[in-house]
């Protein structure tokens, strides 16, 4: 079993839900998200939801979370962990066009 840490990133997050850093669990993988950052990059306060998502499920991790200017949340990191199935994905979206940067941390392991 090899074990992989990754990053992902999403520049410009906007209302429509972006797949961060477009990636999804491959085959024969799980994965343990280990860090969500999103930073609000505009000029005014912003809402942001992250969802947990597959071909057959959308469950949020956050639903209009606040985020002010210059501030950033931390969905996951520390002792909040999240494990991902094949195909499995994070995705996010700000309630302001192109507000919003994510950061995606994960340890990757193949089966």
Do not use: H
């Amino acid at each position: 079993m090899a074990n992989l840490f990754k990053r992902f990133t999403s520049a410009n997050v906007g209302p429509s839900f972006t797949q961060v850093g477009g990636y999804s669990v491959p085959a024969a993988n799980v994965s343990t998200v280990i860090g969500l950052s999103i930073a609000n990059t505009s000029n005014v306060g912003i809402n942001i939801d992250a969802v947990l998502s597959n071909a057959s499920s959308v469950v949020y991790i956050i639903k209009n979370a606040p985020i002010s200017v210059g501030g950033t949340l931390v969905a996951f990191g520390g002792d909040q962990k999240v494990v991902m199935g094949v195909g499995d994905r994070i995705e996010v979206k700000s309630d302001t066009t192109t507000s919003a940067d994510a950061i995606l941390s994960l340890l990757e392991s193949t089966q």
